[in-house]
Each structure stands twice: as C-alpha cells, then as structure tokens.
C-alpha cells in the first residue's frame, strides 16, 4: 500500500523560509516522477498546479512562479520527498500536497502538470504567508 505522509508548512511572513516534508513508503515502481502541487484558497482540487518535480535520475524542474526561490530534493530514490521554500510571498498562501506516480515526469514542466495523472498524494499540509 503506497502512502505518502507530510510535514512542516505553517506560517510565516513575508520573506520567511519554510521546508515541507513527505515521506513515501510501498511505492515500488523503479522510474517515477515525485511533485509538489498547491491548491489556493477558493481553488477545486481541479485547479491544483504545480510547483516542483523531481525524477528518478534526480532531475527537477520547477514552475517559474518558484523558480529561484523553492528548491525540491528526496532524501533518496523514492524516500522522503522535500520543499525548501525560500523568500515566501503572501501569493505563496495555499494547501501543498506531495504526489507521486510511475515513469517520467511530463517534459513541459510543473507549469503545465496534469493533477490527474498522479494517483497517490499525501494529505495536504496548509502553508500561510503575511505580508
């Protein structure tokens, strides 16, 4: 049974750090894909976009609304999945889950993720920011 656990989020003002964690377990597949994604407030789950993902071979990419600022890594190959989220803006204000699915992550990038494509998901973790 894959599940995924998150950590961390909280609050913060404006300019602050915060670092989100989720650990992944039964997750057997040899090549995948891990990616945060947010849903802001008054968003469906629909709506959820992408912020970070992170591969097999450890490649990343990132959405360009966190470029430069949040950085994604796993601890190792299909373990504890991060988010080190750095310089924080109040539009960063959203509920952030981690997921995962099998093989490659979607060449275009987390701007242009598909929510539904990723069938396991942790259960949210709300990160606030104030100006």
């Known amino acids: 049974q894959v599940q995924l656990v998150q950590s961390g989020g909280g609050s913060v003002q404006s300019g602050g750090s915060l670092r989100l964690s989720c650990k992944v377990s039964g997750f057997t597949y040899s090549t995948y894909c891990m990616a945060w994604f947010r849903q802001a407030p008054g968003k469906e789950r629909e709506e959820r976009e992408g912020v970070a993902t992170i591969d097999y071979f450890a490649r990343t990419m990132y959405a360009n609304s966190v470029k430069g600022r949040f950085a994604i890594s796993q601890e190792s190959a299909k373990s504890t999945l991060f988010l080190q989220m750095n310089t924080l803006q109040p539009e960063d204000t959203a509920m952030y889950y981690c997921?995962?699915?099998?093989?490659?992550?979607?060449?275009?990038?987390?701007?242009?993720?598909?929510?539904?494509?990723?069938?396991?998901w942790g259960q949210g973790t709300q990160v606030t920011v104030s100006s």
């Open positions: 997921a995962v699915k099998p093989f490659d992550c979607p060449s275009r990038g987390p701007d242009f993720l598909d929510s539904t494509a990723f069938g396991y």
